[in-house]
């Protein structure tokens, strides 16, 4: 059995970590709701753009470069993790998807080039010997748009210059605080499927946000009427589509930053909740020891005092 002094130790270190866990999880909740605002803020534009996008797709027959498949020689994946660690399972499920996506490249022979976000993203290819294309870091846990132009713009600009014909983003989709589903999504090239897939990702299944748009029907009814387009269909879907595949990205890193800090809170609670409960054991353990060392010095004086009357 451990000595008094071993479980009093063991009970204040048990007690500090508790406190520790206990102030990253209102951090966390702090930064989870901001981070969900911010999120949920930009769904309702999202939702308009990519509607407006699938409807102007009806109405004409020329479509730009980003909308075209091709022959896929080279393939692109982005995989967005965290820079931080404590969020439990979450970025092991990321990379465990990304790695089955090079599992089945690599079983192909086919080429691929990869782009990470995220620290972890980066220390987990480095470590598997995963070539990086490019890597980005330090986006905070508030991104503006403006922080995540530059990896918008590599992921457009090397699908328009052919370095890749497809590209694939893995990412964790929030859905509520208590559950976020890591995705994997074809970002390039832009197909209506997609479109459809994005629109019903970007509207929460739950909250303030949720009844923004109820199914894909209600499309037609909302755009029943005839465009004119100035100075032509092809221009104006040359600028619309970057522009909202960019929004897409920045609201994926959103989609990121809130999972990321709903994860944290959880982990730190079950910390937290862990922690209590083993400073429970230990106390108990405390008292049986304290019972046991007082019980023994009664049977000590007693037997003393027995052996002095006799």
């Known amino acids: 059995m451990q000595s008094l002094r071993d479980i009093k130790k063991r009970i204040k270190s048990v007690k500090n970590i508790e406190q520790i866990t206990k102030a990253m999880e209102v951090v966390s909740m702090t930064k989870m709701r901001k981070s969900q605002s911010y999120a949920l803020r930009a769904r309702p534009y999202a939702v308009a753009g990519f509607e407006m996008?699938?409807?102007?797709?009806?109405?004409?027959?020329?479509?730009?470069?980003?909308?075209?498949?091709?022959?896929?020689?080279?393939?692109?994946?982005?995989?967005?993790?965290?820079?931080?660690?404590?969020?439990?399972?979450?970025?092991?499920?990321?990379?465990?998807?990304?790695?089955?996506?090079?599992?089945?490249?690599?079983?192909?022979?086919?080429?691929?080039?990869?782009?990470?976000?995220?620290?972890?993203?980066k220390d987990y290819c480095d470590r598997k010997k995963i070539a990086i294309g490019k890597s980005f870091l330090d986006f905070g846990d508030y991104s503006e748009a403006d922080e995540v132009l530059p990896a918008g713009d590599i992921i457009l600009n090397g699908f328009l210059e052919k370095n890749w014909d497809t590209v694939d983003i893995i990412y964790t989709h929030f859905k509520t605080t208590l559950r976020q589903e890591t995705v994997l999504r074809k970002l390039l090239p832009v197909t209506e499927t997609g479109i459809q897939e994005i629109i019903r990702g970007i509207v929460p299944e739950y909250g303030k946000y949720s009844n923004v748009h109820n199914g894909l029907s209600h499309v037609e009814h909302r755009y029943n009427f005839k465009y004119k387009f100035e100075p032509s269909p092809l221009q104006i879907l040359d600028v619309l589509i970057p522009e909202l595949l960019r929004l897409h990205i920045y609201h994926v890193i959103l989609e990121s930053n809130a999972s990321e800090h709903s994860a944290r809170m959880i982990t730190m609670k079950n910390a937290s909740d862990n922690a209590r409960e083993l400073k429970g054991e230990l106390n108990l353990s405390y008292n049986q020891a304290r019972q046991s060392g007082i019980t023994a010095q009664l049977s000590e004086i007693i037997a003393g005092r027995e052996a002095l009357e006799s």
């Open 53 to 121: 996008l699938e409807n102007l797709l009806k109405r004409t027959t020329k479509l730009p470069e980003l909308l075209v498949p091709r022959k896929v020689e080279s393939s692109l994946l982005v995989i967005v993790t965290t820079d931080k660690g404590l969020v439990g399972a979450f970025n092991d499920n990321i990379v465990r998807k990304a790695q089955a996506w090079v599992n089945e490249k690599q079983a192909k022979g086919e080429i691929f080039k990869v782009i990470t976000i995220g620290k972890k993203a």
